[in-house]
């Protein structure tokens, strides 16, 4: 059985956000050509910085920035909502890892290949997004009717 929460539903807030989501992406594959797929984004945004190697890297770091600096805007406009979690940090860890050996066996994350791909009619990206949520809801169901 689902439960939603209505209180906490806000279709108008989550509809800002994918429309913001889907610009970004836009603006990035048609401004400098790039997939708007965070793992890859981020990864070489973190390999620019180990090499001390900023040279063409402008997008990258605007990009990760913006992803770290969001939550100070948002906070600027509204309450951050809570975020509360379920499990514990070992398992939390342990998700994090298992997401982060998902992303590099798919060769990137859902970002890349949910919004990027799927709109560009990717195949490949397809194969990924059925495989990522059906990975998911199993998951689900397992830990919350099997165990």
Do not use: E
């Amino acid at each position: 059985m689902i439960n939603i929460a209505f209180n906490h539903f806000t279709p108008g807030l989550s509809l800002l956000g994918g429309l913001m989501i889907g610009l970004s992406a836009t603006l990035l594959i048609l401004g400098v050509g790039r997939v708007a797929g965070i793992a890859g984004i981020v990864g070489g945004t973190l390999q620019s910085l180990s090499r001390l190697s900023f040279m063409g890297q402008g997008v990258r770091i605007a990009f990760t920035a913006g992803l770290l600096f969001a939550p100070a805007v948002w906070k600027l406009a509204l309450p951050m909502p809570v975020a509360t979690a379920a499990a514990g940090p070992v398992p939390l860890v342990l998700a994090g890892l298992l997401v982060g050996v998902g992303v590099r066996m798919g060769n990137g994350c859902t970002s890349g290949h949910g919004v990027c791909g799927l709109s560009r009619l990717s195949l490949r990206s397809l194969a990924n997004v059925l495989a990522f949520m059906g990975a998911g809801m199993a998951t689900v169901y397992v830990l919350r009717h099997v165990l």
